[in-house]
């Protein structure tokens, strides 16, 4: 991949995780493993719609995955890296 490609790519992602609720459940995604959306949205004090837009645009973006069992479907990471940026971050000044 060109580095032009990497940063476009880059780019994308952080604008896919870049809201609130959306680095929440990253967080609890990421400590969990996995989680149903029921848990998801009960965890945050969230409407079950809202959770679930915000699963299905990570998952379009190649952020989350899925994984189905009988009617549950769980969501899980497709790569824990995204969680290690915003880690970074919150060890920033910029957030300090």
């Avoid at 995955?65 to 915003?86: H, M, P, Q, T």
């Amino acid at each position: 991949m060109t580095d032009e490609k990497k940063v476009d790519k880059a780019a994308y992602v952080l604008k896919a995780v870049a809201h609130p609720l959306r680095i929440k459940i990253i967080q609890m995604l990421n400590e969990n493993k996995e989680l149903n959306v029921s848990t998801i949205y009960k965890n945050l004090n969230a409407e079950q719609s809202l959770i679930s837009h915000h699963l299905i645009n990570m998952r379009d973006k190649g952020i989350l995955d899925i994984r189905r069992n009988g009617k549950n479907i769980y969501y899980y990471l497709v790569d824990s890296a995204v969680s290690e940026v915003i880690e970074c971050i919150y060890k920033s000044k910029v957030v300090s």
